[in-house]
């Protein structure tokens, strides 16, 4: 049994993804029997659908739309993450205009945004409202902005945040010094949980399972075994290699842990940190 934490749709006929315009490896339609064809014998069971970074505008129906592919049981939708605009005001009442039983959280694109974006008052208080709604908060931000990540967990003691991509390490380049360091640092903030995805889009040339490994041990090393949970990123995965070579290369990673460590990672922690309702 899996949980995909991670996994983006894209409906060009609906959407626009203005920030893959240039990338060819993403042009096109990436859909739900497209996901499903790439997740075969990879053993995903459950998803959580996660927003695209669409036009601010077409947020909303971003995630109206994902929200009613979860409610047929058979898509396998279990959660539903939406983008959000903390820095914004009004941010009550737009969430409430979404709120859906699905509806398990949200996320703000922060590493390609300008790093004191998430470090005002207003913002702070925006995401712990989100916290108190009982939904979570996807952190998705470069090393050098972890720290900005630690202080707004400390601001929102009460937001269960996830660290998207391990903090997004740049394993191409070879050198993960600082982000060891930063890692560290905010693991060390209780109400932060880590997932295990994107890693192998920052990677580059032959891409083994030892390439890999210094991220997702030392990922588990910081949160331990009880605060990771495992994400495909599909289809940004393609831009290095695609799913199932993603989650083979995690499997040769893994396989020396127990099955009660891999249960916690694959499905038993996602289902408790983001709340996860049964599907049927």
């Known amino acids: 049994m899996i949980i995909d934490t991670h996994q983006h749709l894209i409906y060009s006929e609906r959407f626009r993804y203005d920030w893959a315009a240039e990338i060819p490896a993403l042009q096109g339609n990436f859909r739900l029997n497209e ?80 790093d004191e974006l998430c470090t005002s008052a207003s913002f702070h208080e925006n995401v712990a409202l989100i916290g108190h709604k009982g939904l979570t908060f996807d952190l998705c931000v470069l090393p050098r902005q972890l720290a900005n990540g630690a202080a707004l967990a400390d601001a929102c003691p009460d937001t269960v945040f996830i660290l998207d991509h391990c903090g997004v390490p740049d394993i191409a380049f070879g050198d993960l010094t600082f982000w060891r360091e930063q890692l560290s640092e905010i693991s060390r903030r209780p109400n932060v949980n880590c997932k295990l995805s994107g890693i192998i889009a920052y990677a580059a040339g032959e891409i083994t399972a030892d390439t890999l490994r210094p991220v997702v041990e030392h990922a588990i090393e910081c949160f331990g075994w009880d605060r990771v949970v495992w994400g495909g990123d599909w289809p940004v995965c393609n831009l290095t290699r695609d799913l199932g ?17 891999l249960a916690g990672l694959y499905h038993r922690n996602a289902r408790r940190i983001y709340r996860l309702k049964p599907l049927s």
């Open 245 to 261: 070579t993603w989650c083979r290369l995690l499997d040769e990673i893994l396989s020396g842990s127990s099955e009660d460590e």
């Open 35 to 114: 996901y499903r064809a790439a997740a075969e014998g990879c053993g995903i069971t459950e998803s959580i659908f996660m927003e695209v970074d669409v036009p601010w505008e077409q947020a909303a129906s971003e995630a109206t739309f994902f929200c009613s592919l979860a409610e047929d049981p058979s898509h396998r939708i279990a959660g539903v993450i939406s983008a959000c605009r903390p820095e914004n005001p009004g941010m009550a009442a737009w969430m409430d205009s979404i709120a859906h039983p699905r509806l398990v959280g949200f996320r703000r694109v922060l590493h390609t945004q300008p």
